[in-house]
């Protein structure tokens, strides 16, 4: 069976979203969504990540509250320094 078809079949068993899927499996919703259009190749790396989380019985691979927090705060800092850098060469006339 193709594997993005048993991630799916599994998310939607588990009921669970997109989201949840993709913040298992450690990228983003709307990669993961790109992915299972096939509007995005499957990397051998999410191969790997999906056939763990399969294996693993589909648990989200983040712990506790305290460890979804770090990531989601890094993201968010991730995302405020590719602002800052574009806002710093714009005021520098440079367009990154």
Do not use: F, N
């Amino acid at each position: 069976m193709d594997l993005i078809l048993s991630v799916e079949e599994a998310r939607r068993a588990r009921r669970m979203s997109q989201a949840q899927v993709a913040e298992a499996l450690e990228i983003t919703q709307g990669h993961y969504s790109k992915v299972v259009a096939s509007r995005v190749a499957l990397s051998g790396r999410l191969a790997d990540r999906m056939e763990s989380w399969l294996a693993e019985g589909g648990r989200t691979t983040l712990g506790d509250d305290a460890t979804r927090r770090i990531h989601s705060l890094a993201a968010s800092i991730r995302r405020e320094c590719m602002e800052l850098m574009h806002l710093v060469g714009l005021a520098e006339g440079v367009d990154l």
